[in-house]
Nanobody, 126 residues
Framework: VQLQASGGGLVQAGGSLRLSCATS????????MAWFRRAPGKEREFVAT????????QYADSVKGRFTISRDNAKNTLYLQMNSLKLEDTAVYYC????????????????????WGQGTLVTVSS
């Protein structure tokens, strides 16, 4: 499975961006998909994850109410709508996909994801 993230850029605080992640290859094997991010000088952290059918979603507390994860399986694409962006949202955002079942309690763990995109930079300015 190959993932290609896009949609990052420079935006003012309070603004919005929509990230996309196009998947290719053995997409039929993908179950959970997720977004993670790495801020400057920090470790990569979980942002949001979504089940195969899109019905079960988890968010990090820091983005809850501002970000929305979704997926279009017909288009093999994952999305992250980011609203009310804050300076602390500045990071490289990575999409990830799991091949096969993932225990619910592990959905936010990086090690449970098998394929990763290259990352797209989001910079929020004041």
């Amino acid at each position: 499975v190959q993932l290609q993230a896009s949609g990052g850029g420079l935006v003012q605080a309070g603004g919005s961006l929509r990230l996309s992640c196009a998947t290719s290859g053995r997409t039929f094997s993908i179950t959970n998909m997720a977004w993670f991010r790495r801020a400057p000088g920090k470790e990569r952290e979980f942002v949001a994850t979504i089940s195969r059918n899109g019905r079960i979603i988890q968010y990090a507390d820091s983005v809850k109410g501002r970000f929305t994860i979704s997926r279009d399986n017909a288009k093999n694409t994952l999305y992250l709508q980011m609203n009310s962006l804050k300076l602390e949202d500045t990071a490289v955002y990575y999409c990830a996909a799991a091949n096969g079942a993932v225990v619910y309690s592990d959905w936010q763990r990086e090690v449970r994801y098998d394929s990763w995109g290259q990352g797209t930079l989001v910079t929020v300015s004041s």
